[in-house]
């Protein structure tokens, strides 16, 4: 996984080290998979992806759990957790 800076909506997630993984926006994915790109082109890829294209929500905190099956159907389901709402709410 190559990581970049984080855009504003995954600062809020990942807010101590501010990284998120690069995700190429679909115009530049053949790009990508070019041999003879140089330094500088490959760098302008690695930019934060735009933040009004993807949503974030909690999810089950089974995630993190070591050994727990992630291939589990309800994983991805939101989840309301009042300690979450309490940190964001103030």
Known sequence: VITTRANSLLEMIHNTQK??????????????????????????????????QMEA????????????????PDILNREEYSDLAELILG
Do not use: A, C
């Open 57 to 72: 929500y909690p999810v089950s905190r089974l995630v993190n759990k070591i050994g727990f099956n992630t291939d589990h």
């Open 19 to 52: 990284r998120m993984p690069v995700i190429l926006p679909k115009e530049i994915e053949r790009d990508w998979l070019r041999n003879d790109l140089g330094t500088d082109k490959i760098q302008n890829m690695l930019l934060p992806y735009d933040p009004d």
